[in-house]
C-alpha cells in the first residue's frame, strides 16, 4: 500500500500531473522507464502506443527476421560446400 501510494506521488510530482491536476498513465510509465528505483516495473507499465504502429513494428520484425534465416540458410550452404570440396580434395 505505501509502495503504490510513493509510485503515485512520485509520478504526480515528476510529471505532468501539477499541470492537469490529475495522474495519467503516461505519468506512471514514463516514471517506471527514467526512474532507477521503479525500472522493474518497465515491463509491467509500457508506454502506450497506437495499434497501428504495433503492428508495423511486428511487421517490420517479422520481415527482419526472414531475412536472417535467409542470411543463415545461405551460409550453412556455403559451409556444407566447403567441406564437400575439402574432402574430394583430399
Given at each position: 500500500?505505501?509502495?503504490?501510494?510513493?509510485?503515485?506521488?512520485?509520478?504526480?510530482?515528476?510529471?505532468?500531473?501539477?499541470?492537469?491536476?490529475?495522474?495519467?498513465?503516461?505519468?506512471?510509465?514514463?516514471?517506471?522507464?527514467?526512474?532507477?528505483?521503479?525500472?522493474?516495473?518497465?515491463?509491467?507499465?509500457?508506454?502506450?502506443?497506437?495499434?497501428?504502429?504495433?503492428?508495423?513494428?511486428?511487421?517490420?520484425?517479422?520481415?527482419?527476421?526472414?531475412?536472417?534465416?535467409?542470411d543463415d540458410e545461405g551460409e550453412e550452404?556455403?559451409?556444407?560446400?566447403?567441406?564437400?570440396g575439402d574432402s574430394v580434395a583430399s
Amino acid at each position: 500500500e505505501l509502495f503504490v501510494q510513493y509510485l503515485a506521488t512520485y509520478s504526480y510530482k515528476h510529471g505532468r500531473g501539477k499541470e492537469k491536476n490529475a495522474l495519467t498513465y503516461t505519468d506512471l510509465s514514463h516514471t517506471a522507464e527514467e526512474c532507477e528505483t521503479f525500472q522493474f516495473l518497465a515491463d509491467i507499465l509500457p508506454k502506450k502506443i497506437l495499434a497501428s504502429k504495433y503492428l508495423k513494428m511486428l511487421e517490420k520484425e517479422k520481415r527482419d527476421g526472414e531475412v536472417r534465416e535467409d542470411d543463415d540458410e545461405g551460409e550453412e550452404e556455403e559451409d556444407e560446400d566447403e567441406a564437400v570440396g575439402d574432402s574430394v580434395a583430399s
